[in-house]
DNA sequence: TTAATCTTGACAAAATATATCGGGTATTGT
DNA sequence: ACAATACCCGATATATTTTGTCAAGATTAA
């Protein structure tokens, strides 16, 4: 069990733009180039991150992107499920999802239990961590 | 994030044995007929499982698999580590096992810190449950 | 000995993750 | 108007992981 890359570069990406000041958009080539990410590539994350209104983007020269709302607002939940679906996806809801028949999907199922309680700690955890967050402690250096 | 098929089919397979009343070894075949799992893939997932000391195989006719312990003493990280390795891998880890360059690999990385803290919820949780409470859930009918 | 059963490694197929590319659209500055 | 910059979008390509299958071998009970 994992988050892939495409969660870790969102959110640096996030992160990238939230630690400016704010005054101009950051366009995807100055980000890949600070993070050193390839820039092709997080420009569809990107773009999954503003049809999810975590950010907003503007067009042309001195254009780029910028947070769509308060870096407090922004949880990592909020960036993981933009780019990668539910952050913690049950593995009942993926048979749904592949049109494969889980067996043992009655709702009684022991492990399901055992599924929900994991998605909920994990949900939890991700929604109390956000950009606001993690820039003050970038900042404060107490990480 | 998800866990895989094979973590939910491995403990579907313990707990099908530790739901037996241990007198005498569960075979695949029987395994995967009450399952409804494919028995040559249960088949390596239960050779990772005898391999981690978590059962007991025993060959010829008559033969199969025992649990190796008491089944409180199994818990449901361990049987996903058995067959997933880690049951959270954190990105930066995954990355060295890659041989991959992670450019903010450095102690202080503020999404390290993020998943160490996720990493910790995850296993805490997966430790506490353990066959023995599934089992006892499942029989009371309290899920 | 024979049949049942585990053991092992190799192979194959499917799904997912990780990019890469090409052409299009909007905006700014001149 | 026009050129330069930067986002937009869909298609395609590659790599890795996951899932499943197969075949030959080893062990044991009857």
Redesign the interface.
């Known amino acids: 069990?994992?988050?892939?890359?495409q969660?870790?570069y969102a959110?640096?990406c996030v992160?990238n733009i939230a630690a400016k000041d704010g005054s101009q958009p950051v366009c995807i080539g100055v980000i890949a180039d600070e993070?050193?990410l390839p820039v092709d590539y997080i420009e569809q994350l990107l773009s999954k991150l503003r049809r999810k209104g975590l950010v907003k983007s503007l067009r042309g020269v001195k254009g780029g992107y910028i947070l769509a709302r308060d870096p407090s607002k922004i949880t990592?939940k909020d960036v993981?499920e933009a780019v990668?679906g539910e952050?913690?996806?049950?593995?009942c809801e993926?048979f749904r999802n592949l049109k494969k028949k889980c067996?043992?999907a009655s709702t009684?199922?022991?492990?399901r239990?055992?599924?929900m309680?994991?998605k909920k700690?994990?949900d939890e955890?991700?929604e109390a961590?956000t950009i606001g967050s993690?820039?003050a402690?970038?900042g404060t250096?107490s990480?």
Not at 1 to 5: A, G, K, L, N, P
Not at 87 to 91: K, P, T
Not at 108 to 111: E, G, I, R, S
Request: one cysteine or more; proline letters at 0%.
């Open positions: 069990m994992r988050i892939t890359t969660g870790d959110l640096r992160l993070e050193k990592v993981l990668e952050a913690f996806e049950m593995i993926r067996k043992s009684d199922c022991v492990l239990v055992v599924w309680g994991l700690r994990i955890y991700l961590e993690l820039l402690r970038a250096g990480a």
